[in-house]
């Protein structure tokens, strides 16, 4: 009687239903997504309780009690006092990056990336701790942050940290790492899918299922984690919004160029800005070490724009709920927007910590609400739908473009908006944005600074061309086999060392011994020495069907440069030989792809692409 006591019989069936276990998905994402689970839910807590750290510092800073009631400093009584307010936190957040944490500078997805990049996705335990202090610091004294780029700062650390702690491979670091960045985003906002595309678009560049699974589970943990403590309501209610026509669609193409010209205007003076803080130090002797008083100097301008308008200060979440529920003025929306542009370029590239995503609301937002207004009271003849949607357009329009991360910008706001009229209107205005501002734009705002430290960033992806070709399609059919047997001095006169490329050694019931090379033959020219004692081992065996990615990965494990392809059911018939350089001849094929150059006709006939190969 077999094992377990089953039939026989049915041994060869149940191995054909596990026969392709492991093939498609690494087995190993099961342990990634079990660590995923356990940081969105870290990363669902942390968000939660750094909101309710903001809201007390505004609350002290603001009001002058002690309360974890959400409220915002626009309600504030202080009059020309508010000024000072803003430089206390500038003081506090320079100092905790002056004294114990450089990376908390800035709105942290840039440091999210850079930990990516080159830091094998390793972030130090002190910032998931310091990032949320300096953040509530920061937007408790009237920072024009949101608090969703500390958020995604501080739950990818700890998706680092749980990742090193458990002693995960650097890929796995990199997968919850994103994994916490998707629950930190989702968590804010409610919007889990919005969160996964953060970790896609800004720090995975792939979507591949190894990584995916894990991040959207940890995003949807996260997400069930907010609706826990605050409920189904969204973040953000909105009226349901409608097209009044088709025709409409041209009008957020339009929106969409106007969006891309504000976005490009803020990377521009961010840049500069944060150029100029930098190097304080040049302009003003006095205000050294630059990492303290530059945040302090940008906040007090801060509240200098702050005392004209107190909607600049925090994370202003009140004022986009009034931007997308038609509550200003024509003059009051192009004000908050003029401001807040200035508040948060000023505030960021001073060098304090806080996120772009909820201030490049507000900035589109009126401007989009105050674009519709015109239109509607110079009577274009295409009538014109309810200003409030052309703000929630002109709000992922923005972000979308500043970012480089148009599909979170449109889901966000759909997820947001929960009506499906605004997604066609949504799609066209964010693409047309983010196309503009790449047109014009080498870096976007997320990657401006690393591309100062000496990084290359690409937030362009697809699938690399190793995966997409077959190993046949490089191989050279044209080849010599020898006879292990042969002697040396037989085969050098029979053969041309320079046209003879790699020769698979074989035994004479056709079995693969080893390879040899030209110069393997001009080295052993002694009398009696045979082929099987020159040939060497160093090369790898592949089947036709493979990718090129598969094979060039074992290559790289063995140290090797030559490829013998077999086939038959014995894998011992060679049809083919592979040298490291013929793999190049790949990117060769990309940039004949791309390129209105065609290809040398020898070249075409002898070297067809991977699209052609059958």
């Given at each position: ?11 060869p ?22 660590y ?12 939660q ?17 002690w309360?974890f009631v959400g ?20 003081l ?9 944490e ?36 920061a ?17 990818a ?22 994994a916490?960045?998707a ?15 953060v ?7 792939e979507?591949?299922?190894?990584s995916?699974?894990p ?11 907010r ?5 189904w ?5 909105t ?5 009044s ?14 969006m ?24 003003l ?12 100097i ?49 505030s960021?590239g001073?060098g304090?910590?806080?996120?772009v ?5 507000i ?15 110079s ?7 309810d ?45 047309v ?20 430290r ?6 362009d ?7 997409r ?6 191989m ?5 086999p ?7 001095n ?54 036709p069907?493979?990718?090129v ?25 060679p049809v ?9 001849r790949?990117r ?13 006709v ?13």
């Open positions: 009687m077999p094992r377990h006591g089953r039939p026989a019989s049915t041994q069936s149940v191995r054909r239903w596990f026969r392709e276990y492991g093939r498609s998905l690494d087995p190993e994402v099961l342990v990634t997504s079990a995923a689970l356990l940081v969105g839910l870290a990363a669902g807590l942390v968000a309780g750094l909101l309710e750290l903001i809201y007390l510092f505004t609350n002290i800073f603001f009001f002058g009690k309360s409220s915002y400093p626009v309600g504030h009584h202080l009059g020309a006092w508010v000024i000072l307010i803003p430089p206390i936190g500038g506090l957040v320079g100092l905790m990056i002056h004294f114990w450089p990376t908390l500078k800035g709105h942290g997805i840039p440091e999210a990336m850079e930990a990516v990049l080159v830091g094998r996705s390793r972030v130090r335990t002190r910032v998931g701790i310091l990032k949320p202090l300096a953040t509530a610091f937007i408790g004294t009237g920072g024009p942050f949101g608090a969703e780029g500390p958020i995604i700062q501080t739950g650390a700890f998706g680092s940290i749980l990742g090193q702690w458990v002693r995960l491979t650097p890929y796995q670091r990199r997968v919850l790492l994103a916490g960045a629950a930190g985003m989702a968590a804010t906002f409610a919007a889990p899918f919005a969160g996964v595309l970790a896609i678009e800004l720090l995975l560049f979507f591949r299922a190894r995916f699974i991040v959207a589970l940890s995003s949807a943990v996260a997400t069930a984690v609706v826990y403590f605050v409920g309501a969204p973040l953000f209610p009226p349901a919004y409608t097209l026509s088709l025709a409409e669609l041209w009008l957020f193409a339009a929106l969409g160029i106007l891309g010209l504000i976005g490009i205007g803020m990377i521009r003076v961010l840049f500069f800005l944060e150029d100029f803080f930098d190097h304080l130090d040049r302009f002797p006095f205000a050294k070490p630059t990492a303290i008083w530059s945040p302090v940008g906040a007090s301008l801060l509240g200098a724009i702050g005392y004209l308008y107190p909607q600049v200060f925090g994370t202003g979440y009140d004022t986009i709920r009034n931007l997308l529920n038609d509550r200003l003025t024509v003059s009051e929306l192009l004000g908050v927007s003029f401001a807040k542009f200035w508040a948060l370029v000023l960021l001073s304090t910590t806080g996120g995503f909820a201030p490049s609301l900035v589109g937002g009126g401007i989009g609400s105050a674009f519709a207004a015109f239109l509607r009271a009577q274009q003849l295409i009538p014109i739908s200003p409030a949607l052309y703000a929630l357009v002109a709000m992922a329009a923005v972000f979308g473009g500043i970012a480089r991360a148009p599909f979170t910008a449109i889901v966000f706001l759909f997820e947001l908006s929960r009506n499906p009229n605004s997604l066609l209107p949504l799609v066209v205005c964010c693409i944005s983010d196309g503009f501002v790449r047109l014009f734009s080498q870096e976007s705002i997320m990657t401006g600074k690393l591309v100062k000496g990084l290359i960033v690409r937030q992806y697809s699938v690399p061309v190793l995966m070709a077959r190993i046949e399609q490089v050279r059919k044209n080849f010599t020898v006879l292990a047997d042969s002697e040396v037989s085969i050098v006169r029979e053969i041309s060392p320079e046209s003879a490329g790699v020769m698979p050694v074989v035994e004479r019931d056709g079995t693969i011994l080893g390879v040899i090379e030209a110069h393997d033959l001009l080295k052993s020219d002694g009398e009696g020495i045979k082929i099987r004692d020159i040939a060497r081992s160093d090369y790898v065996l592949a089947r069907e493979e990718t990615d598969e094979v060039t990965r074992d290559l790289l494990k063995r140290n090797a440069e030559n490829i013998v392809v077999v086939e038959g059911a014995s894998q011992s018939k083919g030989v592979v040298r490291a350089a013929d793999i190049l790949l060769r094929w990309v940039i004949e792809e791309e390129s209105h150059e065609p290809a040398p020898q070249e075409a006939k002898t070297t067809p692409s991977p699209e052609r190969a059958k």
